[in-house]
């Protein structure tokens, strides 16, 4: 039973515009989500992560979003980069992750 | 500085077999978790080592899987009586600390492929 889902397995945007990168979870327990980019034959590399204490965390072009009361993240990447190019997974407190999302930057 | 680093990076084995993986952590990280990743799937966690504690063991798919930590160090995952579901890539993680917000660094990963 995925406590995490990621319902879109592919994303194309055109570079310099937002790319949205959704998220929804089950268990209003959870402390923490973190979001992992990934790419191809590499390990999972952190990207940003939020505390369920808040609702927005900002890093840079990097933005996550969290709604409690929906249990929904986004992760917000503006302007789009194509080596932003990847698969995104999102997890709760690095022990629950989604199926990723692949997103493909169109230069 | 070295990442997290596991061996081999691919293994192949026919049914039945066992095998064993292994995991270096970067130095330092106490904590030390093992997912599988299926063909299409997403991370599946499988155990969790936190410095002398107990090692949370409530992902492992079967008692054909086990995992040991060595010295709060080097890990060793070990899969007996491999089946063809076991097919996955394996993918270690550390992290500084307990804290399920910790930011965790993967190894490349090693790909298992049961014939």
């Known amino acids: 039973d995925q406590q995490v889902k990621q319902n879109s397995p592919s994303l194309s945007v055109q570079e310099g515009r937002i790319s949205i990168l959704n998220c929804d979870y089950t268990?209003?327990?959870?402390?923490?989500f973190l979001w992992y980019k990934k790419y191809p034959a590499e390990g999972p590399t952190f990207l940003i992560s939020?505390?369920?204490?808040?609702d927005k965390n900002e890093d840079g072009r990097f933005t996550v979003f969290l709604n409690k009361s929906a249990k929904h993240l986004s992760l917000h990447i503006v302007p789009s980069q194509p080596g932003d190019s990847a698969v995104y997974f999102c997890?709760?407190?690095?022990?629950?992750f989604g199926t990723g999302t692949r997103l493909t930057v169109i230069p | 500085g070295a990442g997290v680093s596991q061996s081999p990076s691919n293994k192949v084995t026919e049914k039945g077999k066992d095998v064993e993986l292994r995991c270096d952590p970067i130095?330092?990280?106490?904590?030390l978790y093992w997912y599988r990743q299926s063909l299409g799937q997403g991370l599946e966690f499988l155990i969790y080592?936190?410095?002398?504690?107990?090692?949370?063991k409530s992902g492992l798919p079967s008692d054909r899987f086990s995992a040991e930590r060595t010295g709060g160090s080097v890990s060793t995952l070990t899969i007996q009586r491999t089946q063809q579901e076991d097919s996955a890539v394996y993918l270690c993680?550390?992290?500084?600390?307990?804290?399920?917000?910790?930011?965790?660094?993967f190894g490349p990963g090693t790909r298992l492929t049961v014939l």
């Open positions: 268990n209003s327990m959870f402390d923490y």
């Open positions: 130095s330092g990280h106490t904590a």
């Open positions: 997890a709760a407190n690095n022990l629950f």
């Open positions: 939020i505390s369920s204490i808040k």
């Open positions: 993680a550390s992290s500084l600390g307990q804290g399920w917000g910790n930011e965790q660094f």
């Open positions: 080592f936190q410095g002398n504690s107990a090692p949370d």
